[in-house]
Structures are given as C-alpha cells and as structure tokens.
C-alpha cells in the first residue's frame, strides 16, 4: 500500500489507480513485417524487474489520465512521477 | 493353532529394528516416546556445497524438492543440489492456502493437474510423512447466470477427462455447506456450484519436509542459505552457478523459484513471458469446527477453509502492479472479507490474527511454464501464478522428466516456453475455478 502523486490531481492512495504495467513498449510500426518471435517479444516478454521499475498508471478513480512511474518494486517506493510523452527524469 | 507371539514391547522393537529402521511409524514413535522424544534423528543433513553437481535445482519450495526427489528415485539422478536463499518451504509453499484441486476446463490442464491429484492420493504412504491430504471436496460457487454456464460447461469438460465433478442446486450447495447464505437478495446470490469430491486441502510445511527427507535420503544436497548471485553461461550451454557460497559447476539446471524466476532469467540473459504480484492470505482465531469443506467463489473473489488447529483459512487476490514485497495492500483484503461476510454472516466477529503474502509469478494465460529453453541445460518451472500449490507433486514429477530426457513428458509438452511464440497458449484465464 501507498501513495502516489499523480501529476494532475496530487497525492492520492494507490487503490485510486490501475497499474498498466511496464512502460515504453513501443507498438510496432510495421505489424505486417514482424516475425512471430518479434510478436512475442511485443505482446508477452517482460523485464519484471525487482528494483527499479519504469511503468503506466491510470487514475481510473480520479482524472482518469495515464502517467509513468518510477518505482522500486523491492520496496514500492515511487522515486518519480512523469506525464505521457515526457522522457524519463532517471536512467 | 495359529503361531502367535507374544505381543510386547521388545517384540515391536525387533519388528522396528528389522524393517522400521529411519522409517517413522507406530514403532519408532513409541520408541522415541519412551526416551522423552530427545532422540529424533533430525530429517536431513545440512551438507557444503561439492564443486560439482549432475543437476542443481534452484530454489528449495515443495516444486523444487520434489523435482530432485523424482530426479533421485524415477531418473536414477543422485548426485543433485536443492539450492535454496532462505529456508525451504519459506516462500510460496508456507504462503498458500493449500488447496487441491484438479477441475481445470482444457485437456491439457485437465491432465496435467489430475496427474498431481493422483500422486496425492498416495504421498503420504509414498514419502512415508504424513502430509495430512484430506480429500473434503472442493466447491466453486455461481452466482450469476453466466458462472452457471461456464461452470455447468466445466463440469461437463472434467467428466469427459474422467475427473469427477458434479453440479449442486442452490439447495444442493446449502446442505453440503449449512453455513454459506443462499438468500436470494443478497447481492451476488448463490445460483448453484460445482463439486469435486476427490479435491481437499494437504498440510503445506509438510510436503516440503517430506520431499526434502526422502531426497535428502536417496542422497541429493540440501544447501539452504545459499543465494544464487549468477547463471554462467559457456556460449548456448550452462556451465554453473555463482552463489555466496562461491561457485558450483554443473551442466542442468532446473529453474524453480516462482515470484523470483525473471530475476533468475535474467542472470541467464534470458526472457520469460511473466509479472510478479503479491498474492494474500489470512487466518483468523481457531474455532470449533464450523466448515468441513472448501469453498471458492470466482466472481466475489473469496475462498475459504477451515485448518486442523480451527483457523479459517482465507485467500484473497493479487495486487494489480508488479511487486517484491510480500506484503499486498489493504484494500484487497478489504474486498475479500466484505465478500466473506455476504457469503457467511455467520464470520461476522470472528477476529483475523494473521496477513501476509507471497509472490507469485503470473503468465499472461494463467497456465505454467515447465519447459527447456534457448540455452542448453536450463530448464524453468515457473508461472505457476495463484494455483502452484495443488500441483506440487505432478509439477516435480515432470519437471525432473523433462530435464532427465531432456525432452517434455507427454503431460507437460503443452505447457512450453515456445507458446508464447507460435499462439498455442493454454488459456485458463476465465476457465480456471477461480480468478486469476
């Protein structure tokens, strides 16, 4: 259980938001051209990292609008919060 | 005349001494009764790593000690290590809430969990360690017109694949379970279930004991305390482990450490199709007998037994983010309970004592991975996700065939890592008896 700050509305408890798991996967741009093994990599593999983890969030019971998050997923500590679009704030 | 001896205690000794020796029985417990039971022998050794191994098995959870007993007694394998970080049993295997079932809608779970149920049956007498299986019956609630469908479908489904099943009226489900609230103005009314007999629940801690005492006596390693730091790898072929108790060369290595298996993988530089959540549970104070079965409900998300000592024994679901923490949050719990007390006003002052979670690694089919990989001579066990438990022995069985043949068994060939690239997927999402 915690806290997050949402970049639009502020600090609110977690059970406001719905975790859409890791961010930056970039959809294909040529579907059409992409190796079953590629589809694969796109729709299943993830890195589930224990520690540093970059991801999407939605404030489905508040502004309803997707952000990343930067999040320790050994400790649930959040160490940044960035908007759609924004780079990351640390590597 | 028939050749009776006399029956006393000198005779027992001699029937234990002959036949009995490290076994425990009637015999040795009466033995050690009479010493003030300060002579048990402890169950297994506590061995140094050797430098080198046939086939390590990391992680020491019921799945991993299995699989080196079967690699031992089925493969004629002996010269295996469990490497465990804590202490065996401490993670997912002390963590669930022990239920046994095998009512899987697809063929291929159908099989794979029915062949764990069966060597259930006999576990006990098998490992000679009473792991308290007790087939109470497992049933699965609907509460509305489509969990009536898809469970009256599943029924159907077990009944072909020979797994009993059966469907219970709303009246049906009252007397075999006099607690549960079939008003039909509650909420989510109870619009019938389904009934496995042969399922029940099995004493967790015990499974993992009795895996590790027969493995441990056919002369595989126990190392606990021993994390593993790396895979090391020799172009597409492992060549061992690092670990903090320094490094450890074998050609197999057979990968079994449920929330943690992606960190695993990575070591190896490889990926796998998983998320790690927290999974919860609860018990509460012991009570006298109340409930003598178990009882599921997919759409409210509760399930609820009751433990030899007398503690409800609760299962809540899992967090929506990726976590390490073995923890949960609150509000889960919040909506498992508020579910429990619809389905059982009975529970209303009943007091919880204990919360805790485990971390379970779910596959985006809900279906395990027990599989061979890219890399030569790695193999993972892994995706178990919310359901592990009921598998243990059949999950070990044809891991430890898997990595032995190099090759899946039969029952296992559908579960491999490779569906996740041909679409061949085992979706059990919404066909399992409970969400996922």
């Not at chain 2, 109340?290 to 409800?312: C, F, P, R, W």
């Not at chain 2, 204990?354 to 890399?375: E, H, L, M, N, Y």
């Not at chain 2, 001579?377 to 190099?406: E, Q």
């Amino acid at each position: 259980m915690f806290i997050i700050n949402c970049p639009y509305c502020g600090e609110r408890d977690q059970s406001e938001f719905s975790c859409g798991g890791e961010a930056h996967i970039e959809r294909p741009k040529q579907p059409t051209e992409l190796s079953d093994d590629q589809w694969a990599e796109y729709l299943f593999m993830r890195k589930n990292i224990k520690g540093i983890q970059f991801e999407r969030w939605n404030h489905i019971h508040g502004c309803r609008k997707w952000f990343n998050v930067v999040r320790d997923t050994s400790n649930d500590k959040i160490h940044a919060v960035y908007k759609m679009g924004e780079r990351p704030p640390i590597k | 005349m028939c050749n009776l001896k006399p029956l006393n205690i000198q005779y027992l000794y001699s029937i234990y001494e002959q036949n009995m020796k490290n076994k425990y029985s009637i015999f040795s417990l009466i033995k050690n009764a009479l010493s003030g039971h300060e002579n048990w022998q402890r169950a297994w050794r506590d061995p140094e790593p050797k430098k080198e191994y046939d086939v390590i098995i990391i992680g020491g959870g019921g799945h991993g000690l299995a699989t080196a007993y079967y690699l031992a007694k089925k493969h004629k394998l002996t010269n295996i290590a469990v490497i465990e970080k804590g202490w065996i049993g401490g993670g997912n295997t002390g963590r669930n809430t022990t239920i046994i079932r095998s009512n899987y809608l697809w063929d291929a779970s159908a099989g794979l969990y029915d062949h764990a149920l069966k060597i259930w049956e006999g576990l006990s007498q098998e490992l000679n360690y009473n792991v308290m299986f007790s087939q109470r019956g497992v049933i699965n609630l609907a509460h509305n017109l489509q969990d009536v469908r898809d469970l009256k479908r599943r029924t159907h489904a077990n009944r072909l694949n020979g797994i009993d099943a059966a469907w219970l009226s709303t009246e049906e489900v009252k007397k075999f379970c006099p607690i549960i609230n079939t008003s039909q103005n509650i909420r989510y009314p109870v619009l019938g279930g389904t009934l496995q007999r042969r399922a029940g629940t099995a004493r967790h801690d015990a499974v993992a004991w009795g895996y590790a005492r027969s493995a441990d006596k056919m002369g595989v390693d126990i190392i606990q305390n021993c994390e593993v730091k790396g895979i090391r790898r020799s172009g597409d072929q492992v060549e061992g482990i690092e670990t903090t108790k320094g490094f450890i060369k074998t050609k197999k290595i057979g990968v079994v450490a449920a929330g943690h298996s992606s960190v695993l993988a990575n070591m190896a530089g490889i990926r796998l199709p998983l998320e790690s959540k927290p999974l919860q549970a609860l018990v509460s104070e012991p009570v006298k007998p109340i409930i003598d079965t178990v009882v599921m409900s997919n759409a409210v998300h509760a399930y609820v037994s009751q433990s030899d000592k007398g503690e409800l024994v609760i299962g809540a679901g899992t967090d929506s983010y990726v976590s390490y923490t073995q923890r949960g949050s609150h509000n889960i719990v919040e909506e498992t309970l508020r579910a429990i007390l619809e389905l059982y006003p009975i529970f209303s002052r009943m007091k919880m004592l204990r919360q805790w979670g485990g971390i379970v690694d779910i596959c985006p089919d809900a279906s395990p991975i027990i599989s061979k990989t890219q890399v030569k001579g790695l193999y993972f066990n892994c995706g178990w996700g919310t359901g592990g438990f009921k598998a243990t022995p059949g999950s070990g069985d044809l891991f430890a065939h898997t990595i032995a043949n190099d090759e899946p068994h039969r029952l296992n060939a559908s579960f491999n890592l490779n569906r996740f690239v041909s679409g061949d997927l085992v979706d059990e999402h919404g066909a399992a008896a409970v969400a996922h």
